[in-house]
């Protein structure tokens, strides 16, 4: 799970990625000539707004006979008011400045260290098949009941996420090409295929290893053989290899393969399924708004039918509100982190509860029963609307590695592969999806809420 916070209306914005748990914060510049700007307007054209400000079209996000919407940029000879007077156009929607996002210190959620470790050395010791057939058999998947009706045939989940390790064998049979989001050219929302995952000499070298666990502060352990790799804050330490002095202090970049490791629980969970991969943040967890919107904006209009959007704004943002309604228009089953902090305040878009934006926000529980909430899941209402398992679970990590991870992300995806299982199953309407989705299965006892762990056969089993 990602999250964006602000403290006031211009203000300082904060993004966390709960997976890998780094963090992340909003640098923004006071409006100026050359500022980004996204753009929404009614009707089918940017243009008669950009050609009545002086403004430049920078990207085209999405465009309908009723919307449309963009990045564009004001010239140097720019007003100092010129955003609040194209904010007040009558034809204009929405005006507001883009946002960066840049990397914070991380903080990580608090897990059972000897959970993860057991799990690690347990499948340390076995070979490539092995680890395979433990990913695909997990306890997580029979608490939420996924392996039932079609399990995800026909239908297509779109991962808003960083970019995803297409040579990994546990996405063989479910990868889409992706697209990729960020710095796309004008004229497009998004542009294929995603670039190379491998741009790191530091990621190449620490992954070629063939023997190789890597220890992220009990947070994702990445296994391969018996040699050991400690990842403490992203600091690589290698063991008994060759590349120990030369990667001694080097650093991962903090989220790389968060995209990686969400894509293969949603395979793991609908393994008919079709996984979209839409890359809309950097391996260190930086992004920008707009390539989150448009990420939205490309999975609605793709034919995805969920989208898996695994981080969170402590503050509502209108134009990926806009963005998600658009989706949910179009039928799309939108599904939401909470926070990797145990605390129910509202984040989202997990707390988009609308009839015109039905999210299901996730929190996570224990992966051996359901019946514990994890010690570092959001909770309550608007929120958390389902739990599923989001402990120790086994993901696959780019380079061929699997890993061990803990966090809301990696429940949400399990959400949305339950999702994409119940949709492939049965023939019927959003409302309908996300009632059963989130008002079955059985309910979290410690503590009590009545808030249930989504179960993919408990689901269908109440659609008609």
């Given at each position: 799970?990602?999250?964006?916070?602000?403290?006031d209306?211009?203000?300082?914005?904060?993004l966390r990625?709960?997976?890998?748990?780094?963090f992340?914060?909003?640098?923004?510049?006071?409006a100026?000539?050359?500022?980004?700007?996204?753009?929404?307007?009614?009707?089918?054209?940017?243009?008669?707004v950009?050609n009545?400000?002086g403004l430049?079209?920078?990207?085209?996000l999405?465009s309908?006979p009723l919307?449309?919407v963009?990045?564009?940029?004001?010239?140097d000879?720019?007003?100092?008011g010129?955003?609040?007077t194209?904010a007040?156009?009558?034809s204009v929607?929405?005006?507001?400045?883009?946002r960066?996002v840049a990397?914070?210190?991380?903080?990580l959620?608090?897990?059972?260290?000897?959970?993860?470790?057991l799990?690690?050395?347990?499948?340390s010791?076995?070979?490539a098949q092995?680890?395979?057939?433990s990913?695909?058999?997990q306890?997580?998947?029979?608490?939420?009941?996924?392996?039932t009706?079609?399990?995800?045939?026909?239908?297509?989940?779109?991962?808003?996420?960083?970019?995803?390790?297409?040579?990994h064998?546990?996405?063989?049979?479910n990868?889409?090409?992706?697209?990729?989001?960020v710095g796309?050219?004008?004229?497009?929302?998004c542009?294929?295929?995603?670039g190379?995952?491998w741009?790191d000499?530091?990621?190449?070298?620490?992954?070629d290893?063939?023997?190789?666990i890597?220890?992220d502060?009990?947070?994702?352990?990445?296994?391969?053989?018996?040699?050991?790799?400690?990842?403490?804050q992203?600091t690589?330490?290698?063991?008994?290899?060759?590349?120990?002095?030369?990667?001694?202090?080097?650093?991962?970049?903090?989220?790389?393969?968060h995209?990686?490791?969400?894509?293969?629980?949603?395979?793991?969970?609908a393994?008919n399924?079709?996984?979209?991969?839409?890359?809309?943040?950097?391996a260190d967890?930086?992004a920008q708004?707009?390539?989150?919107?448009?990420a939205?904006y490309?999975?609605?209009?793709?034919?995805?039918k969920?989208?898996?959007?695994?981080?969170?704004?402590?503050?509502?943002?209108p134009?990926?509100?806009?963005?998600i309604?658009?989706?949910?228009?179009k039928?799309?089953i939108c599904?939401?982190?909470?926070?990797?902090?145990?605390?129910n305040a509202?984040?989202?878009p997990?707390?988009?509860?609308s009839?015109?934006q039905?999210?299901?926000?996730?929190?996570?529980?224990?992966s051996?029963?359901?019946?514990?909430?994890s010690?570092?899941?959001?909770?309550g209402?608007?929120s958390?609307?389902?739990?599923?398992?989001?402990?120790?679970?086994?993901?696959?990590?780019p380079?061929n590695h699997?890993?061990?991870?803990?966090?809301?992300?990696?429940?949400?995806a399990l959400a949305s592969?339950t999702?994409?299982?119940v949709?492939?199953?049965?023939?019927?309407?959003l409302?309908?999806?996300?009632?059963?989705l989130t008002?079955?299965?059985?309910?979290?006892?410690?503590?009590y809420?009545?808030?249930?762990?989504?179960?993919?056969k408990?689901?269908?089993k109440?659609i008609?």
């Open positions: 799970m990602r999250r964006f916070s602000s403290s209306k211009s203000g300082s914005w904060t990625l709960a997976g890998l748990a780094g992340l914060v909003l640098l923004c510049a006071p100026m000539a050359g500022t980004k700007y996204i753009l929404e307007v009614k009707g089918s054209s940017l243009q008669p950009v009545t400000y430049t079209v920078q990207r085209q999405f309908s919307l449309t963009g990045i564009v940029s004001a010239p000879s720019a007003p100092a010129l955003a609040s194209v007040q156009d009558p929607q929405k005006f507001q400045q883009d960066l990397p914070k210190a991380p903080q959620p608090t897990l059972s260290q000897a959970a993860a470790n799990q690690a050395w347990l499948l010791m076995q070979n092995q680890k395979l057939t990913f695909q058999t306890p997580a998947l029979g608490l939420v009941g996924s392996v009706g079609n399990k995800g045939a026909g239908v297509t989940v779109a991962v808003i996420d960083t970019a995803v390790d297409p040579a064998p546990a996405l063989a049979n990868l889409l090409q992706g697209v990729d989001c796309s050219t004008a004229g497009n929302s542009a294929g295929p995603i190379t995952i741009n000499p530091t990621v190449t070298a620490a992954l290893q063939s023997t190789v890597i220890l502060q009990s947070t994702v352990i990445i296994l391969d053989q018996s040699t050991v790799i400690i990842l403490d992203s690589v330490i290698i063991l008994d290899s060759n590349g120990a002095t030369a990667l001694q202090g080097k650093q991962l970049p903090a989220d790389f393969g995209g990686t490791m969400v894509a293969s629980l949603i395979a793991a969970a393994p399924a079709r996984v979209l991969p839409i890359r809309a943040f950097q967890g930086s708004l707009s390539d989150i919107v448009a939205v490309y999975a609605a209009n793709s034919g995805a969920v989208i898996n959007m695994s981080f969170d704004l402590d503050t509502s943002d134009t990926l509100s806009d963005a309604a658009a989706a949910t228009a039928g799309v599904v939401a982190a909470t926070q990797n902090v145990s605390s509202t984040v989202y997990a707390a988009y509860n009839a015109s039905p999210v299901i926000g996730v929190g996570s529980v224990d051996l029963t359901g019946l514990f909430r010690n570092f899941s959001g909770y209402t608007p958390v609307d389902v739990y599923a398992p989001g402990e120790n679970l086994i993901a696959a990590f380079g699997y890993a061990v991870a803990s966090g809301t992300s990696f429940a949400t592969g999702a994409a299982v949709e492939s199953s049965k023939n019927s309407v409302t309908t999806y996300v009632n059963a008002n079955t299965g059985t309910p979290v006892l410690f503590p809420d009545g808030t249930k762990v989504v179960n993919a408990a689901a269908l109440s008609q």
